[in-house]
């Protein structure tokens, strides 16, 4: 049994996330606001064959995820790709791992903070503009920092309360499009298949669906039994949000003939079905199911910047721990203070695509760290993939695919954000020297 790391005898977080707990953050990643937009997307490109479209890019990112699954149950400490990256590789890459992935989530978060404004200002115009916008913007922010610094478990019960309400408005949803619509909801595929470019351009679009579960893997130093729940969480995850993906798409095509065209397709889904009460139960689905993401996403960003504290490729002010609550607390503040910024005054959604691209990376560092570890860490109670190498393979592959689908744009500005952290890195550590 590998000895625990003089990093893991450092934390102060307590032990409160059990199996639901990881379970949450695994769907609460996966699903934020992109289902709410793009069922019309899939059903432009690959009409009725859309449904199957969401099982391939299941089955695209199984490997990634069982990587993820075997690397969870190697480490009881926080910081997930940081870590894999770091023990792997050294601690540059698992810097770029952290970095890369916090990027990521500031930049997802402030965007999805946008969104839950406008949902709001579906019910308050007010907010939807001027002064009211930067308000609710800065309560938003405000209000999810304060539930993160409150505690883990604060946070799951919080995340609880928003994943119920938004399956509920979902399994509604499905269930009342097979009860309304009958058989009408299953495609007759009697239609002409789409080409390989437009099947191809599908499947990189709804891959965002599946892309998110990361972030459940780095509060392993919070987690009960990571050893188990870990994978668990991350492939229960995976079926049960497939399967919804596909059920979706179905009563979506039914409900709205013209999906395609369409450019709010479960609202006009809901509407169909339902009328406008339905229209109000999918926007409070919309605005519970970005408020859960929200919580998950500050949830474990949070953490990588406290992890790379206690790896010293921060300041140490940012792996201090509130006497109180034993919370990140100091990194919960930056995190929210940045996100306000990004929402309030920056341009921000031109980098959403990069968020991906550097994920992508984070992706192919962690398959391509089970060759190094697996030697170290293989032993009874760990999650080991029973295919050898090859599934670390197949997602290094999966990647590399789909990094072919990405914009040069995204490429060099990404490289831009990885020379930005390499300079952050080596400051701190001349810092170290120097002390």
């Keep these: 049994m590998p000895q625990i790391s003089s990093q893991e005898v450092q934390e102060k977080l307590p032990r409160n996330l059990g199996l639901w707990g990881v379970w949450m953050l695994v769907v609460n990643g996966l699903i934020g606001a992109g289902i709410f937009g793009l069922p019309s997307g899939a059903a432009a490109l690959a009409g009725e064959y859309s449904v199957w479209i969401y099982a391939f890019c299941a089955l695209l990112i199984l490997p990634v995820i069982l990587c993820f699954a075997e690397l969870g149950s190697y480490f009881r400490g926080t910081g997930g790709p940081i870590r894999y990256g770091t023990l792997a590789f050294g601690s540059f890459v698992g810097f770029q791992g952290g970095w890369l992935y916090y990027l990521a989530r500031l930049i997802s978060f402030a965007a999805n903070t946008v969104l839950l404004t406008d949902s709001i200002a579906y019910f308050l115009p007010i907010a939807g503009s001027g002064a009211g916008r930067l308000i609710t913007l800065a309560l938003t922010c405000s209000a999810l920092s304060l539930v993160n610094i409150l505690g883990s478990v604060e946070s799951i ?7 119920i309400v938004k399956f509920s408005v979902l399994l509604g949803l499905i269930l009342g499009g097979f009860l309304i619509l009958g058989p009408e909801v299953l495609p007759t595929f009697e ?45 229960l995850g995976l079926v049960i949000v497939a399967v919804l993906y596909m059920l979706i798409q179905l009563v979506s095509q039914a409900a709205v003939p013209d999906l395609a065209s369409s450019k709010t397709p479960l609202l006009d889904a809901s509407s169909a079905l339902f009328g406008n009460i339905g229209a109000v139960f999918l926007m409070i689905g919309v605005a519970t199911s970005v408020l859960a993401n929200l919580i998950g996403s500050m949830f474990s960003a949070t953490r990588v910047t406290y992890a790379l504290a206690l790896e010293k490729s921060l300041p140490n002010w940012f792996g201090e721990v509130h006497s109180k609550f034993l919370t990140p607390a100091n990194s919960v503040i930056f995190f929210g203070i940045a996100a306000f910024l990004l929402t309030a005054f920056g341009s921000f959604t031109f980098l959403a695509a990069m968020t991906v691209l550097s994920r992508l990376f984070l992706f192919i560092m962690s398959c391509a760290a089970i060759p190094v570890l697996r030697p170290r860490f293989k032993s009874e109670g760990r999650f080991i993939n029973k295919a050898g190498y090859l599934i670390p393979i197949l997602g290094i592959l999966a990647c590399l695919w789909l990094m072919m689908q990405v914009s040069w744009t995204s490429i060099w500005m990404t490289a831009v954000l990885i020379l930005i952290g390499s300079g952050f890195y080596w400051i701190s550590k001349a810092g170290k020297r120097q002390a």
């Design 191 to 235: 239609s002409p298949l789409p080409s390989g470019s437009n099947l191809g351009a599908a499947a990189l679009l709804l891959i965002y669906a599946f892309v998110g579960f990361e972030g459940a893997v780095v509060p392993a130093g919070e987690a009960k039994n990571p050893e188990r729940d870990m994978p668990v969480g991350l492939l």
């Design 157 to 163: 019960r919080s995340m609880t309360v928003f994943t």
